[in-house]
Nanobody
Framework: QVQMAESGGGLVQAGGSLRLSCVASGRTLNSYWMAWFRQAPGKEREFVAKIRWSGGSTYYADSVKGRFTISRDSAKNTVYLQMNSLRPEDTAVYYC?????????????WGQGTQVTVSS
């Protein structure tokens, strides 16, 4: 089991920034991808970004490329999502997830989510 706990959401004006954090615990993360997803009201959950814990390879959704940065701090077992140039359409509940590198695209562990609201 991997326990995940997100924090850092809030209300921000368009053009502003927020940094989300996700603390993971329960097992070593070397064989995991850590990802951020988001779900806006009335919409399906969508992929935002992911990082391979071992090696640090990153991937982003086109909608956030160049504005969001995912990173990790191995000493703190924490994944971050730095969000800059926020837009109203970024408003959503953001979830942290962990998935084994042996099961591409499958995320077995999820956090509770943190609300991000961007006002225009």
């Amino acid at each position: 089991q991997v326990q995940m706990a997100e924090s850092g959401g809030g209300l921000v004006q368009a053009g502003g920034s927020l940094r989300l954090s996700c603390v993971a615990s329960g097992r070593t993360l070397n064989s995991y991808w850590m990802a951020w997803f988001r779900q806006a009201p009335g919409k399906e959950r969508e992929f935002v970004a992911k990082i391979r814990w071992s090696g640090g390879s990153t991937y982003y959704a086109d909608s956030v490329k160049g504005r969001f940065t995912i990173s990790r701090d191995s000493a703190k077992n924490t994944v971050y999502l730095q969000m800059n140039s926020l837009r109203p359409e970024d408003t959503a509940v953001y979830y942290c997830a962990a998935g084994s590198i042996g099961a591409p695209g499958k995320y077995s562990f999820w956090g509770q989510g943190t609300q991000v609201t961007v006002s225009s």
